[in-house]
């Protein structure tokens, strides 16, 4: 396992369409996160699963946005109705669990809204 | 509203020289305190973590020095090389790191050879 690994690297998509992106963790890791980084800023949490269930979500995920994990294995991020603001990189991470050692995130998918 | 502030936002250190990145925090609930370096078109690297029942951790180059009290934490990187050129992210966590972390704003490094 080489660690975590997210699909696509680049997207752009026009403004109102649907996108979806991948993640799959390090096999044995059970805690998968979703992060969301803009130019020149540190990442902002959005969402995060414990196997198949989706723990925590913050505020920034808006209605447009929903996230699965349905085997507690890859997840995948959809945010419906893109918008401009949308554009940015979006990081997965996974890491073993509590008290287990840090995160390890992923390359990112950026998207770029036209 | 910023849950851990950081600075400075650029650093340029002669090589060889040490670098001192700045962290400080407001919720006394967070009790995980990663550094992560990012360089361009990648995600963050998990470089060094401390937890507040030390004031200290050192991993080669790279120092986290703690202070509870003071709701602050700083990176030293010894010997700064070159290749340290990057974008350096201060964060905290409660639950031991188990959950989400809330990230500084970043400070971008520049090592002069």
């Known amino acids: 396992d080489t660690g975590v690994s997210q699909n696509p690297r680049h997207k752009i998509t026009k403004r109102g369409q649907n996108v979806t992106f991948r993640c799959d963790p390090i096999?044995?890791?059970?805690?998968l996160y979703w992060y969301r980084q803009t130019l020149g800023q540190g990442p902002e949490f959005l969402t995060y699963?414990?196997?198949?269930?989706?723990?925590?979500k913050s505020r920034l995920l808006s209605d447009r946005f929903s996230a699965e994990r349905p085997k507690g294995s890859f997840s995948t991020l959809e945010i419906q109705r893109t918008e401009q603001g949308d554009s940015a990189m979006y990081l997965c991470?996974?890491?073993?669990?509590?008290?287990?050692?840090?995160?390890?995130f992923g390359s990112g998918t950026r998207l770029t809204v036209v | 509203q910023q849950q851990v502030k950081q600075s400075p936002q650029s650093l340029i250190v002669q090589k060889g020289g040490i670098s001192i990145i700045n962290c400080a925090y407001e919720?006394?609930?967070?009790?995980?305190f990663p550094w992560y370096q990012q360089f361009p078109g990648k995600g963050p690297a998990l470089l060094i973590a401390?937890?507040?029942?030390?004031s200290e951790k050192k991993e080669g180059r790279f120092t986290i020095s703690f202070n509870k009290s003071a709701k602050q934490f700083s990176l030293h990187i010894m010997d700064s090389q070159p290749g340290d050129s990057a974008t350096y992210f201060c964060?905290?966590?409660?639950?031991?790191?188990?959950?989400?972390?809330?990230f500084g704003t970043g400070t971008r490094l520049t090592v002069i050879p």
């Open positions: 991470a996974s890491s073993p669990g509590p008290g287990l050692g840090g995160y390890t």
């Open positions: 096999s044995e890791h059970n805690r």
């Open positions: 699963f414990q196997n198949e269930a989706q723990l925590e």
């Open positions: 919720n006394t609930a967070f009790d995980y």
């Open positions: 401390i937890r507040p029942d030390v």
């Open positions: 964060a905290a966590s409660r639950e031991g790191g188990a959950n989400n972390l809330f």
